[in-house]
């Protein structure tokens, strides 16, 4: 049985060092959320990725999330792919140590369920 992992969002994961890169849907998608042109989205909340090849969420000088407020997300309603689909579409070794998601046993019908209604996608 799947094991998937129920997000209490504690936001340790809005805290961690990385980039969470930005396809051009979801600048679109939080340009309009904050009600900026994109442009002017890019300037305000984004930077180049380190592999100089597309767009990711600045970080606050603390290393958090740019959109983190307190323990919240600002745009949660549209935060992007790869905040949703973290952890259980992607994580890495030792997250579970920051990490306070609470893992499930699950049939593959309720995972595939859970995943789509979590992710925006199907799997």
Known sequence: MPVFLECQRCTACCRWPGQVCLA??????LAAFKNLTE??????????TQDRRGLALMDKPNGE??????????????????CRDFPNLWNFPGSEKFCH???RLVSDAEYKLRIAHVTGRAR
């Open 101 to 103: 998601a609470i893992p």
């Open 65 to 82: 999330c740019i959109f983190l407020e307190g323990e919240n997300c600002a745009v949660q309603p549209v935060k992007p792919q790869q």
């Open 39 to 48: 442009v002017a989205f890019i300037h305000e909340f984004t930077r180049l």
């Open 24 to 29: 051009e849907a979801e600048i679109t998608r």
